[in-house]
């Protein structure tokens, strides 16, 4: 039996400059960061022939082509099963459509418990772009290439998307005492709406095609706001950080109609009011977290309580995507 996991992420600064639509013309760069929020697969050979698979639902076939899981389907045509005999297993965390790349994440746990059961080394850049093709290429996923990286990586990495469909990897060159304060003051809430990002960035790309000029600008922005927010990070400016975060969310509330509603933003300005320095909707947008920069902890705490809204606690991942058994 082998047992892989892969962290979920959450974005601190350039989130959608990652889509193939924007960096195969102008490039992109964004910082994420894997939280201690995980995806597990476990993969193993069953005695009897076929393919067995235990996710929110039960299948078992004996052809590749009949599998309805499509990540699953494309996985196992990708390592060439000739006479299929395995039973996979997934679990989480946290729920999928929640906004924490928890779709890349699940790819790169996936593939890795694949290769690894066919005794095969994977270095993170490849598994990332393994599960890139997976999800891009063979599924036409209208998504971007951040959270199968920053999944394969682990850590807070800055990474940087080249027009040829390359990508950079480079670790946040952060103080520890930046370190523990960002990992102190950054607060997650589930917001209780879930949905499809899928949904939401063919929206963005159907609108980045009518208004071609305008989302493109609001990009080349976030972008220069990521570019700022690792300035102020590798400097020890967590605040400045904070106050970024802020003007990320207001131009990423600007991109797409999808990505707030009224009771979102009611929960934003309660948390802006009460603690909070800046903040954001973690993933595509219209639902999942709410992510607060806070140094007032207890304050912003007990706001978003009596609002109703469940904090879920975490640390910081600098493993990434791994075995844990086989």
């Not at 093709?133 to 036409?140: A, K, T």
């Not at 806070?294 to 075995?323: C, I, N, P, S, W």
Request: aromatic share 10%; glycine share 10%.
């Amino acid at each position: 039996m082998i047992i892989t996991r892969s962290p979920l992420r959450i974005t601190l600064g350039g989130g959608g400059t990652d889509l193939p639509s924007y960096y195969r013309e102008h490039g992109g760069f964004l910082i994420a960061a894997a939280i201690d929020k995980y995806v597990y697969v476990t993969v193993m050979r069953p005695f009897t022939p076929g393919i067995y698979l235990k996710y929110s639902k039960l299948e078992h076939v004996d052809r590749t082509s009949d599998v309805q899981h499509p990540i699953i389907r494309e996985a196992i045509k990708l390592l060439d099963f000739r006479t299929p005999q395995v039973e996979i297993t997934t679990l989480a965390d946290i729920p999928a459509g929640t906004g924490l790349g928890s779709s890349g994440s699940f790819t790169t746990a996936l593939l890795k418990a694949l290769y690894a059961h066919r005794r095969r080394l994977l270095h993170p850049s490849e598994l990332a772009e393994l599960a890139c093709d997976v999800e891009i290429n063979r599924l036409g996923e209208p998504i971007g290439k951040q959270d199968q990286y920053i999944a394969a990586y682990g850590g807070i990495t800055c990474f940087t998307f080249n027009p040829d469909d390359t990508v950079e990897a480079q670790p946040l060159g952060i103080a520890m005492d930046s370190l523990f304060n960002l990992e102190d003051n950054l607060l997650l809430f589930f917001t209780g709406f879930s949905r499809s990002a899928s949904e939401i960035l063919q929206d963005q790309k159907q609108r980045s095609e009518e208004r071609e000029d305008e989302i493109r600008i609001n990009l080349d922005d976030i972008k220069a706001l990521g570019l700022k927010s690792r300035a102020a990070l590798e400097k020890g400016d967590t605040a400045t950080f904070g106050e970024l975060l802020h003007e990320h969310w207001e131009h990423k509330r600007r991109r797409s109609g999808g990505m707030s509603n009224p009771q979102i933003d009611e929960w934003y300005e309660l948390g802006r009011k009460n603690g909070a320095i800046g903040g954001k909707l973690v993933g595509a947008g219209g639902g999942g977290f709410l992510m607060f920069y806070a140094e007032d902890h207890r304050r912003l705490r007990a706001a978003m309580q009596t609002a109703g809204l469940e904090e879920v606690r975490f640390r910081f991942d600098f493993e990434g995507t791994k075995v844990l058994f086989g």
